[in-house]
């Protein structure tokens, strides 16, 4: 009978539809499951699925700490620049008048802090070479500032004899192990790092001064200003040899703040030409208040910078 043909057509159907599709979606279970075991086992990348899996396992962006243009504290790390030494007088140090910490330059403290007298700190100290930033970092780390400055390196290749300049490996580790520390204990500290200043072009723009070259005599800087007026080969390979300590420094400090999302090198501090207006009227060397000012003015750009 038509009706009894239809129900019964209509049951065999539908299982055998179903059973059919059972099968199929099994089969087709287990062949994914089996080419994604084939893979795992094979260490296969087909290049499809891997970004999405990186993207997935990797940090949001957001999640990254960002560059603070106001911090609201100040470290300031270094030598004789940063104490601001033959600033205000002769052979003396005048924090006062520090690019960094100073109270009389418009300094970066000053530009930067609201309370910058309470709550910026200055560690450097005169005749410092790179061997003693760990020591000034941890005096730093102790603060738990936001923001560590660092400008040294000069006294590293100003030596009595170029063989005595501090050799780029220890150099750079002494660098890179005072930032490690810095990141152990204070991860979200920012850090500003300014070049070593260029020390041929200082003598470049002194040879010529009368009163530079007597007071450079005294022994300032002999290994790039000693003799400051001989030209023959053996005056001028010495202070090639100086230029080039200065740029591997500066190269290994640029390098090491590069792999530091919150550090910021300045190059130009050691691409400034410091004018006879800008130097002290003692040495012909150190910066003078205008001088400390000139980087302040730099240093302020490099760290508000967008």
Request: proline share 5%.
């Amino acid at each position: 009978m038509p009706s009894s043909t239809g129900r019964s057509t209509g049951r065999s159907t539908g299982r055998s539809t179903g059973r059919s599709t059972g099968r199929r979606s099994r089969m087709t279970r287990a062949a994914v499951a089996a080419l994604s075991a084939a893979l795992l086992v094979a260490g296969c990348d087909d290049g499809t699925n891997s970004g999405s899996a990186k993207a997935a396992a990797k940090p949001s962006a957001a999640r990254e700490p960002a560059w603070n243009a106001r911090p609201a504290s100040i470290a300031s790390l270094g030598d004789s620049i940063t104490r601001g030494f033959d600033a205000c007088g002769v052979l003396a140090d005048c924090p006062e008048a520090s690019w960094a910490t100073g109270t009389t330059v418009n300094s970066l403290a000053q530009r930067l802090l609201p309370y910058p007298q309470t709550s910026s700190w200055n560690y450097a100290r005169t005749g410092a070479r790179m061997a003693d930033l760990p020591a000034q970092m941890r005096s730093a780390i102790a603060r738990k500032p936001q923001l560590v400055t660092v400008l040294l390196g000069a006294n590293d290749a100003c030596r009595k004899n170029v063989a005595d300049m501090t050799p780029v490996e220890r150099f750079q580790e002494d660098f890179e192990s005072s930032l490690k520390e810095l990141r152990r204990s204070l991860p979200k500290a920012q850090v500003y790092v300014a070049g070593v200043p260029d020390l041929k072009r200082l003598w470049s723009q002194g040879r010529t001064n009368g009163y530079a070259k007597t007071v450079w005599r005294l022994g300032i800087c002999p290994s790039m200003l000693g003799d400051s007026e001989a030209v023959d080969a053996a005056a001028v390979a010495r202070r090639d040899q100086v230029a080039q300590r200065v740029a591997a420094y500066n190269k290994v400090l640029k390098s090491a703040c590069a792999r530091d999302k919150l550090c910021r090198y300045d190059s130009a501090v050691s691409g400034y030409a410091f004018t006879g207006q800008e130097l002290s009227q003692w040495d012909w060397f150190h910066p003078n208040k205008r001088g400390q000012r000139t980087l302040a003015d730099m240093a302020y750009r490099t760290i508000t910078a967008r």
